[in-house]
């Protein structure tokens, strides 16, 4: 009589207690996800506006002082005297860039678009024009000016990449489909600074060899920069693809794999910016 009291009452403690125990697992997980996101979020955001801070300084500077001979010193041709049309694209387009590097890290900041919707909208409208027209200007700088490594295609593939990725993002956004809005604009957010990928990913290869490995320092040619033209937006969408999987379909174990990967990725990327800014930026400043 008594067991056959006492033994369900055991096996739905016992019950209870495992459920308990998997909410707690799931939990843990998602807060390990979310919270490497977010550290990762908050270190590129940083790095990207010292790269803004830089280019501001660095490229306003020398336009107040009429050097726009020193553009070449870190543009494939940054300046040609007497190709008006060339040199305003070029103009344009670091101005652009400013704008992105500053305004596409705040439409993602969820305070913002709550408290300051208004702002979110303006904001975001300017940073969809303000991509697509990068990336034409970029298109147009590439194939008639060059660029370093000769990587036309891979900048072209990114340029596109960049036009489809906003147009998508303000297509959903008017449909007030917000999730996928939201999830293509994102994607935006990493391809729109493919640039700013680049330098980083080549200044962390420079750091751990000590040396240029992979390409010529004189022709700035060679496989590693090949390479790199491609994954500066690959890995990044690929890496934030991850994060879409195990947010909504990965397991406990899944988010915790890709919580590490992003915690390996903030590091480098951390790495990255640092010897961006004192190797590349700072002595330019």
Known sequence: MTD?????????????????????????????????????????????????YYVISFYGTTAIEGDFEAWNKVLPKGHIPGDTIGNF?????????????????????????????????????????????????GLFMVWTRGTLGGGQVAISINALLIILCALLALFFAIKRNIKVHRRWALRLFFVAVGVWYFRIGLM?????????????????????LD???????????IMLELYFYAKERAGNLGQLTVALSLFIVTIATGAGVFAATMGLWLPRI
Not at 17 to 31: D, G, H, M, P, W
């Open 4 to 52: 056959s009291i006492t033994t369900p009452s055991v096996i739905e403690t016992a019950d209870r207690n495992v459920v308990a125990q998997k909410l707690k697992i799931n939990a843990l997980s998602n807060k390990a996800l979310k919270s490497a996101a977010q550290l990762c979020f908050l270190v590129t955001v940083i790095g990207q506006w010292i790269f803004a």
């Open 89 to 137: 694209a070029v103009g344009m387009h670091i101005l652009l860039a400013i704008i992105i590097l500053v305004g596409g890290p705040l439409q993602l900041i969820p305070q913002i678009r709550t408290h300051l919707p208004t702002f979110h909208h303006w904001n975001g409208r300017i940073y969809i024009t303000t991509t697509i027209l990068l990336s034409i200007g």
């Open 204 to 224: 962390l290869w420079l750091l751990i060899h000590g040396e240029p490995v992979g390409f010529d320092p004189k022709t700035f040619e060679g496989p590693f």
């Open 227 to 237: 390479f790199l033209s491609y994954a500066q937006y690959i890995l990044p969408l």
